[in-house]
C-alpha cells in the first residue's frame, strides 16, 4: 500500500486559516490502512478544526466527506455537484489523491492532509516500512524476492557493500542488510549459485530517474 | 454502598476503554464538555488484555490535539481503578471535578457566546 503519516494540525490550519467553507476528503484506500487519512481521521481532523476556529471567534463551515478513491475520476465525480460550495477541499489521501482532485477541480484550491511516505507493508500494528519504488523493472525474481532498490541504502545490485555488519547496514543498526536478507533467503531456497552471477547495469530509464512516467495499455483502453 | 459523587458528571458506559476513540473525547468538547476524563481497570488486568493501554494513548493523542487548538490538553484524563473499587470511583470523580473548576468551563463556551452576540 501507499503509506501516508497524518500532518500535524499546526501545519493543516495555517494552509485553511482564510477560507470560511471547508471540504475534508478522506480516501477509503491506503491512507485508511495507515490509518491517516480514513474516514475516522477525517472526523477527528474536522472536529478540531471546528473547535480550533470557533475558539478563535472564527465562523468556518467544515463538511467531511471519505471517498472509495481519489485516484479515480468516478469517485472523484461524486463531489463535482458540490464542490462549488467549497473555498478549498483538505485531502487526507495520499500525493496522488491529493493531485487527480486538484486536476479534476481546477478552480478550487486543494490542500494535502498527510504526507505520503512509500510503498510499503504493514509489519505489524503501527510499524510500516518500504518495500518497492516502482523502478518498473522488477527484479526481485533475481535477487529472492527482497528488493535491493527500495531496501538496500546504496540501492545496489551486486551486494552487500563493505559496511553490513551481523546483517545490518552500516546506516543504522536497526536496519536489516539488504543483501544478507538476499543471501540467506537464497541458501534458504536452495539457490546461492545464483548470488554468483554478476548483476549486469540496471536501466535505470524506467525508473524516476528517467522523468515522470506513463502507462499506456492498449489492450484495456476503451 | 452508597457513595455520593459530583453531580456534574455524566457517564457513558462502554464494555471496555478500548472502545474510547480520540473522536468520542473531542465530539464531548465540540458538544461543550468542560472536562472528559476515561475511567479504565488497572493496567494489566484488561480483559481484553490492552484495552485501558489503548485508551490511555487515545487520552494523549487527545491531549495533544486539545493543546493545539487551545482548548487544553489537562481537560482530559485517563484513570484506572479496579471495577469493585467504589470509593475510589467517588474520589476520582471529585479530582477532577476540582482540576475541571480551576481550569474554569469550556472556552468554547464563551467563544460561542462572543460569536451569537
Ligand atoms: S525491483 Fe523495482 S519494482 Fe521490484 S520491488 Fe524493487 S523497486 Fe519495486
Ligand atoms: S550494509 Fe547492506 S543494505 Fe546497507 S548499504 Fe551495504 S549492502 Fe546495502
Redesign the pocket.
Known amino acids: 500500500m501507499i503509506v501516508a503519516e497524518k500532518k500535524p494540525i499546526e501545519e493543516i490550519i495555517d494552509y485553511v486559516k482564510d477560507f470560511q467553507k471547508l471540504l475534508i476528503a478522506g480516501c477509503n484506500e491506503c491512507v485508511t490502512v495507515c490509518e491517516a487519512g480514513g474516514k475516522k481521521e477525517v472526523g477527528i481532523l474536522a472536529s478540531a478544526l471546528r473547535m480550533y476556529f470557533m475558539n478563535e471567534g472564527k465562523k468556518v463551515e467544515i463538511d467531511e466527506v471519505t471517498l472509495e478513491r481519489q485516484c479515480d475520476h468516478e469517485y472523484l465525480e461524486e463531489i463535482r455537484d458540490r464542490i462549488d460550495q467549497y473555498d478549498a477541499v483538505l485531502s487526507l489521501a495520499c500525493g496522488v489523491g491529493v493531485q487527480f482532485m486538484a486536476e479534476k477541480y481546477f478552480s478550487t484550491p486543494v490542500f494535502p492532509g498527510v504526507n505520503t511516505c512509500f510503498?510499503g507493508a504493514a509489519e505489524e500494528r503501527g510499524v510500516w516500512s518500504e518495500?518497492?519504488?516502482?523502478?518498473?523493472?522488477?527484479?526481485?525474481g533475481k535477487?529472492a524476492g527482497i528488493?535491493?532498490?527500495?531496501r538496500c541504502a546504496k540501492r545496489l545490485l551486486n551486494g552487500p557493500c563493505g559496511g553490513s555488519t551481523k546483517g545490518k547496514c552500516e546506516i543504522n543498526k536497526d536496519l536489516d542488510c539488504a543483501w544478507q536478507l538476499i543471501i540467506d533467503r537464497l541458501k534458504e531456497l536452495d539457490r546461492f549459485d545464483e548470488y554468483e552471477q554478476i548483476m549486469p547495469i540496471k536501466d535505470w530509464s524506467t525508473?524516476r530517474a528517467g522523468g515522470p512516467r506513463k502507462v499506456v495499455r492498449e489492450d484495456v483502453r476503451l | 454502598m452508597r457513595i455520593n459523587y459530583p453531580g456534574t458528571i455524566r457517564i457513558v458506559r462502554l464494555p471496555c476503554t478500548g472502545k474510547v476513540d480520540i473522536i468520542h473525547i473531542l465530539r464531548a468538547f465540540e458538544k461543550g464538555a468542560d472536562g472528559v476524563y476515561v475511567v479504565g481497570c488497572l493496567e494489566g488486568e484488561c480483559r481484553f488484555e490492552n484495552g485501558n493501554l489503548q485508551a490511555r494513548k487515545r487520552v494523549d493523542q487527545a491531549k495533544k490535539i486539545l493543546d493545539t487548538i487551545g482548548i487544553g490538553g489537562e481537560r482530559v484524563w485517563m484513570y484506572n481503578l479496579s471495577s469493585s473499587d467504589g470509593p475510589r470511583f467517588a474520589e476520582y470523580a471529585v479530582e477532577m471535578t476540582e482540576k475541571i473548576k480551576e481550569l474554569g468551563p469550556n472556552p468554547l463556551k464563551k467563544a460561542k457566546e462572543k460569536m451569537a452576540a
Request: some cysteine.
Open positions: 510503498m518495500r518497492c519504488q516502482g523502478c518498473g523493472q522488477c527484479i526481485l535477487t528488493c535491493p532498490i527500495s525508473e
